[in-house]
T-cell receptor, first 115, second 115 residues
Framework: GAVVSQHPSWVICKSGTSVKIECRSLDFQATTMFWYRQFPKQSLMLMATSNEGSKATYEQGVEKDKFLINHASLTLSTLTVTSAHPEDSSFYIC???????????FGNGTRLTVT | AQSVTQLDSQVPVFEEAPVELRCNYSSSVSVYLFWYVQYPNQGLQLLLKYLSGSTLVKGINGFEAEFNKSQTSFHLRKPSVHISDTAEYFCAVSDEPAAGNKLTFGGGTRVLVKP
């Protein structure tokens, strides 16, 4: 079945540094990928829609300059948290679908801790 | 605008007992409903979905859900739970039938199956 791989699964970084998270569709092409953020014991909040070859569409309240999204190929989208702060610590999850009539597949998430 | 409410944040249940997780939604357009399960430190896995047709939907792992348009509900049920069903469950809604689109998630229900 369709698999979405996310890397790294966890990362610890110092405040002020940048962190890049990768989301890959391993056996299908995805023109659209979604990035979610999940705080402890809370639901997933959609951050942005990543579109291959074009700019990402950000949800209201999400800082574009802080959460940089690049969808350079049909199998890879990256989320870069720039100048990370402790409040950016969270669980980030990506998802992708082989097509509009196919279900979403989720990555296993990346736990980011900013110290 | 769409919203999803999961009325129970936690549901403790004994092994082999039945469980019902409640989900209510609001939407001004046609809705398509989904239930996902999340195991610790993992992404989400689709349990089942309602797109159209029969209001009783059967999913994986013995789960089923019933779409009730008049009550705007999509409650999830399992007649007999196992320890392995301990997880977080999310109800989600989309205004497009293909799950490969943006989802709005409920707050989640944590199920703890006790021996």
């Amino acid at each position: 079945g369709a698999v979405v791989s996310q890397h790294p699964s966890w990362v610890i970084c110092k405040s002020g540094t940048s962190v890049k998270i990768e989301c890959r569709s391993l056996d299908f092409q995805a023109t659209t990928m979604f990035w979610y953020r999940q705080f402890p014991k809370q639901s997933l909040m959609l951050m942005a829609t990543s579109n291959e070859g074009s700019k990402a569409t950000y949800e209201q309240g999400v800082e574009k300059d802080k959460f940089l999204i690049n969808h350079a190929s049909l199998t890879l989208s990256t989320l870069t948290v720039t100048s990370a702060h402790p409040e950016d610590s969270s669980f980030y999850i990506c998802s992708a679908s082989p097509g509009r009539d196919s279900p979403l597949h989720f990555g296993n998430g990346t736990r980011l801790t900013v110290t | 605008a769409q919203s999803v409410t999961q009325l129970d944040s936690q549901v403790p249940v004994f092994e082999e007992a039945p469980v019902e997780l409640r989900c209510n939604y609001s939407s001004s357009v046609s809705v398509y409903l989904f239930w996902y399960v999340q195991y610790p430190n993992q992404g989400l896995q689709l349990l089942l979905k309602y797109l159209s047709g029969s209001t009783l939907v059967k999913g994986i792992n013995g789960f089923e859900a019933e779409f009730n348009k008049s009550q705007t509900s999509f409650h999830l049920r399992k007649p007999s739970v196992h320890i392995s069903d301990t997880a977080e469950y999310f109800c989600a809604v989309s205004d497009e039938p293909a799950a490969g689109n943006k989802l709005t998630f409920g707050g989640g229900t944590r199920v703890l199956v006790k021996p």
